[in-house]
Nanobody, 123 residues
Framework: QVHLVERGGGLVQAGASLRLSCEASALTVSSYNMGWFRQAPEKEREFVASIGPGRRGSPKYYSDSVKGRFTISREDAWNTVYLQMDSLKPEDTAVYYC??????????????WGPGTQVTVSS
């Protein structure tokens, strides 16, 4: 059974950095489109970033709201996907979810989901 487990969330001040990780079991991250999504209180879930399968991990997609501040990457040896978040803003506060999809890319990734990790950015 596929499991995605997110780690690395927490409470930080605006301007700080955090790195989220998503470790997969029963699924090889290098074979899937892997993505990060987030959901803030009383808001719909939104796409954050994604990385494609294969050695090059392309294509990578980012939402406009995080482009230039967040970086998605993958460590195949650890079967783990990362989201490096820099210059965090209070509006980045949300539960962050890792997701995987064999066929669909970017915002349409939807096959498997992790339980999420809370990120809170104080002003």
């Amino acid at each position: 059974q596929v499991h995605l487990v997110e780690r690395g969330g927490g409470l930080v001040q605006a301007g700080a950095s955090l790195r989220l990780s998503c470790e997969a079991s029963a699924l090889t991250v290098s074979s899937y489109n892997m993505g990060w999504f987030r959901q803030a209180p009383e808001k719909e879930r939104e796409f954050v970033a994604s990385i494609g399968p294969g050695r090059r991990g392309s294509p990578k997609y980012y939402s406009d709201s995080v482009k230039g501040r967040f970086t998605i990457s993958r460590e195949d040896a650890w079967n783990t996907v990362y989201l490096q978040m820099d210059s965090l803003k209070p509006e980045d506060t949300a539960v962050y979810y890792c997701a995987a999809d064999l066929q669909r890319m970017g915002p349409t990734i939807d096959d498997y989901w992790g339980p999420g990790t809370q990120v809170t950015v104080s002003s």
